[in-house]
């Protein structure tokens, strides 16, 4: 088990890192088609990038 500081600040438990990397890898590719929601779209892959470059950088060790 370790934690991850997430791109708020937070502290993020986690547990099992070759699913969190999968996890996270799936929602930075993430996106609505509707483009009304461009903006939030840009914030929460910014999120979920980051998240997964951290997970990275620990399994690279």
């Known amino acids: 088990m370790m934690n991850v500081i997430d791109f708020a600040g937070r502290s993020i438990r986690v547990n099992d890192l070759e699913a969190a990397i999968k996890?996270?890898?799936h929602f930075r590719n993430l996106y609505h088609e509707d483009?009304?929601?461009s903006e939030l779209d840009k914030r929460l892959r910014a999120y979920w990038?980051?998240?997964y470059q951290k997970l990275i950088v620990?399994?690279?060790g």
């Open 49 to 51: 990038e980051d998240f």
């Open 58 to 60: 620990l399994r690279a």
């Open 23 to 25: 996890e996270a890898d």
């Open 35 to 37: 483009p009304r929601f």
